[in-house]
């Protein structure tokens, strides 16, 4: 007698981006997911309690974060290889980038699980947009490290990359990351923003110690910089003076013009200001 196989069942994993600070943000496709989950990981269980709640979503939570994500994936993976219908979230923005969840998901394509990302807020990408700094290409850096000699080393790399760069920083921290920064990077752009999408929302743009000099650091804090300057080269006033007449005659603005001076040699516009107004 012919044995009957019973098919496997297959569930899904949702990837679900949440508001970073204004709830009307949640989209309908978000919502859908969340009520249709048999399961929500979150990283903090009350703080995700609050969200649900707001959208009358009444749905199972467990925690889920990065001290425990290594432990909790593989049965994760195999309730949803049952037919379990799981969503991931992080307490704002999209999971996995600079929150828990990588793990999860390289587990789950190992696996051959379904995975469903439903998008949200980026606090990355809109101060990128927001900042006025060269959007391509950029470098999502993550969280600047807390001690000082790391800092540095960290913003070594930033400097390497050689264009624009994103990073996340705390309130307690940024005026330090920022002073790192201005070290290794030069009095380069920067965009600072903070409490993107809530009633105090700031965008603070000027050069490193310019932003220093009049920030007021609260609140959640994403960091946009400019690339960092090139080494400064032995220009004399002359050659300066020569290159600014040139742009000039050519019909370029005064203060253009400047600019592109201080980009052609590797200097600050300040200081060619000052060579330019010597040299008359």
């Not at 219908?85 to 999209?94: I, Q, R, T």
């Not at 006025?132 to 001690?147: E, K, L, S, Y």
């Not at 932003?211 to 400064?232: K, N």
């Amino acid at each position: 007698m012919a044995q009957i196989q019973q098919p496997v069942m297959s569930g899904k994993l949702f990837i679900v981006g949440t508001p970073i600070g204004n709830l009307d943000d949640l989209s309908p496709r978000a919502i859908e997911a969340l009520k249709n989950a048999d399961l929500i990981l979150c990283e903090d269980t009350r703080h995700t309690r609050k969200l649900l709640t707001h959208f009358g979503i009444d749905r199972p939570t467990q925690s889920f974060h990065e001290h425990n994500e290594e432990e909790k994936s593989s049965n994760i993976i195999n309730t949803i290889l049952q037919g379990a219908v799981v969503a991931l979230v992080s307490d704002a923005g999209m999971p996995v980038i600079s929150d828990p969840g990588f793990r999860l998901v390289r587990l789950a394509r190992e696996r051959s699980v379904m995975i469903e990302p439903i998008p949200g807020p980026f606090a990355g990408i809109m101060a990128l947009v927001a900042s006025g700094i060269a959007p391509a290409p950029f470098t999502f850096f993550g969280f600047a490290p807390h001690r000082a000699g790391e800092r540095v080393e960290f913003y070594g790399r930033v400097a390497a990359a050689g264009h624009t760069a994103i990073v996340y920083e705390s309130p307690e921290r940024v005026i330090d990351s920022l002073k790192s920064a201005l070290t290794i990077l030069g009095d380069v752009e920067v965009t600072v923003a903070r409490e993107m999408t809530k009633m105090h929302e700031e965008f603070v743009s000027g050069t490193i110690s310019e932003v220093i000099a009049r920030l007021e650091p609260r609140g959640e804090i994403t960091l946009v910089f400019a690339a960092a300057l090139p080494p400064q080269q032995h220009v004399s006033p002359e050659e300066l003076a020569r290159e600014f007449d040139r742009l000039r005659e050519s019909g370029m603005r005064r203060n253009d013009a400047v600019k592109a001076v201080a980009e052609k040699f590797g200097l600050r516009k300040n200081d060619v200001y000052k060579s330019l107004i010597g040299s008359r």
